[in-house]
């Protein structure tokens, strides 16, 4: 995994352990307590919002690949490579 799927993955794990703690969604009784939650709220939405955009880019980039067989292409050149090498020919 590399340093940017684990930083991407502990933060979609953080955002979620803080929706689900119940000490941070409390019912505000000053103005300064509203203004937090509301900011907190706004937080979160934002960074769900850009996950799930970047999960949908990410997908859609992965879809026109597949579209236009780049995989399949780049695995057929793979595989006449490795041919070549286990026939020993240049």
Known sequence: MTAYS??????AGLIAEQAADEGL????????????QQE???LHASVE????LE????????????RQGWVARALECIDGE?????????
Do not use: K, M
């Open 6 to 11: 684990e930083a991407r993955a502990h933060l």
């Open 25 to 36: 969604w409390f019912f505000e009784e000053t103005a300064p307590e509203a203004y937090l």
């Open 40 to 42: 907190l709220r706004r």
């Open 49 to 52: 919002e850009l996950l799930e």
């Open 55 to 66: 999960s949908d880019a990410v997908q859609e980039a992965l879809e026109e690949v597949n």
């Open 82 to 90: 490795l041919d070549r090498l286990r026939e020993g020919t240049p």
